[in-house]
Structures are given as structure tokens and as C-alpha cells.
């Protein structure tokens, strides 16, 4: 069983999976950008998310999709402080992720409120990444990405894709204990960041392997082009096939789904819970 996930006020109990809510605060993201990038909008969101069921509220102030533009990081955060600062006192008892691969903004962040990191480049992007983690000793999520949100997409090749991911992650986690973080890590295969549509395949069927580690495993699936390609569909009409890959990263062995649609979500965890317990 995996240990649970600590804050300073409770903990995060995985012993059954738990739903994070996608708050995206930028004009550009690929599904609902500029849908939340106004204060009120944003509070009313996660509000809802709260009341779906969320565990985990993600925030996120620079958009990471394919071909994205440069954000400065004075933008990113003017788009994020005040929401966060609005989060923190609106919604005493949630958790708060900030999504952002830069030191500075995850200390200010940290600083303002957020109780955990979730980074897109596992510490790749920031060589200072880690020194904040272990200074003030948040969850951190450490995601896989080949090349850069600009490049990512760019043929990516693997020789095979579940071994270098794998090994990526816990190469990273090596760093990281050297910083003295031990406990606290989520790992994050990162479909859809630098992968083919078969790659994220291939990865939701190794899954398997990246729990064997024993950290917590986060499946960030949500409405993103391995379902549309598969399907024929657009973002905004890609509710249905979210909603069947997340029933397979949860038998795969996913711990935290990280999605726009919370009551889906939990809706799929609960047929999962009762699958689960009836299993032969």
C-alpha cells in the first residue's frame, strides 16, 4: 500500500485514487483556454471542481500544449498570484498544485500558498527545481517530457519508449533524494509530451511497470490527442474517450487522474472501486 502523500495540515490517502482539477489560467491552452484567466471565472471553477469531488486543485499559468509560446516569468506569475492568493483564502482545506517548471515561480508559489510543485520537466528544465523542493519539503510531481513544449512533437523517437521513460523518472528521483527528498514524489509518465500516439499507448499499458517503484503514479489523459487522433474528434468533444482511458490507467494502476472533468472522473473511480472489489 502506498504511504500517503503529506502536508503539513493532512494528508492526501491514496488508498484509493483521488481526481486533480485542471485550472488552466491561460489565454491559449489547448481545451479551455481563456475560459478561467479572470479572477471571478477561476474562484466560480474551482468551486465546482471542489464540490465535484476534487482533491487537488492544478493551476497553471503558462500553457505547455505542442508549439506554445514563450511566457515570460514575470507574466506567469501576474496570471497566477492573485488566483492563488484568492484560492488560499476561499478554500482553506484544499490542496493547491501550482504547474510550473521554474524555480522562482514555485518558491513565490509555495510562498503565496500552493502546497505542492507539479513540473513538466522533472526537474530538467530548472537547475534549481530541486533546491526549492527540498527546502521547503512539498509534493513535488515529476513528469517525463522529451525535448521542449516547442519541440516535443517533432518525431519523437524512442527505442523503446516504457524503458526510457522509466528510466528518466527514477534517474530524476536519484537527484532528487540527493537533495535529500525522499518521500512526497509522484511520478508522471507525461502522455502526450514528446510521444507519438502509439508511445502514449504503449505507456498506459506501462503504467504497471512505473508503480512497482512505490511512488504514487499520476495519469494527466484529460480530452488530450491520443483520444481525438484515435477517434476523429476535437478537444471539446472528447469527454467520452477520457473517460474510457482513464478506466485503464485505474486498472493500470494510476493513483491520481489529473483532469478538467472532475464529476466524470469520480464517477469512473467509483465504477473502478466496485469493479475492483469484486475482482475474483
Do not use: C
Request: aromatic content about 8%; charged content about 25%; hydrophobic content about 40%.
Amino acid at each position: 500500500m502506498l504511504s500517503p502523500i503529506k502536508w503539513t495540515f493532512k494528508p492526501l490517502d491514496l488508498s484509493s485514487p483521488k481526481v486533480m482539477g485542471i485550472l488552466n489560467l491561460t489565454p491559449d491552452s489547448f481545451f479551455d483556454g481563456g475560459n478561467f484567466n479572470r479572477l471571478q471565472a477561476a474562484i466560480k471553477q474551482v468551486e465546482k471542481m471542489i464540490s465535484e469531488g476534487a482533491s487537488i486543485i492544478d493551476a497553471g499559468a503558462f500553457s505547455t500544449r505542442p508549439f506554445a509560446k514563450e511566457v515570460s516569468e514575470a507574466e506567469e506569475w501576474q496570471r497566477l498570484k492573485s488566483v492563488l492568493e484568492e484560492i488560499r483564502k476561499k478554500f482553506p482545506g484544499i490542496i493547491i498544485s501550482v504547474d510550473t517548471y521554474r524555480s522562482n515561480i514555485a518558491e513565490k508559489a509555495i510562498d503565496t500558498g500552493a502546497d505542492m510543485i507539479n513540473d513538466i520537466s522533472g526537474g530538467r528544465f530548472d537547475n534549481n527545481m530541486f533546491t526549492i523542493i527540498s527546502k521547503y519539503h512539498v509534493p513535488y510531481i515529476l513528469m517525463h517530457i522529451l525535448g521542449t513544449p516547442q519541440t516535443m512533437q517533432q518525431n519523437p523517437f524512442y527505442e523503446n519508449v516504457d524503458r526510457e521513460v522509466d528510466r528518466f523518472l527514477l534517474n530524476q528521483v536519484e537527484k532528487l533524494e540527493s537533495f535529500g527528498v525522499r518521500e512526497n514524489i509522484v511520478l508522471d509518465p507525461g502522455f502526450g509530451f514528446g510521444k507519438t500516439v502509439d508511445h502514449n499507448y504503449q505507456l498506459l499499458h506501462g503504467l504497471k511497470n512505473i508503480t512497482r517503484h512505490g511512488f504514487p503514479v499520476l495519469a494527466g489523459i484529460s480530452r488530450k490527442s491520443m483520444i481525438n487522433k484515435v477517434l476523429g474528434t476535437e478537444p471539446e468533444n472528447a469527454l467520452n474517450g477520457t473517460t474510457a482511458l482513464h478506466m485503464l490507467a485505474l486498472i493500470n494502476g494510476a493513483d491520481i487522474l489529473r483532469v478538467h472533468d472532475v464529476k466524470e472522473a469520480m464517477e469512473t473511480i467509483q465504477l473502478f472501486k466496485k469493479y475492483s472489489e469484486n475482482r475474483p
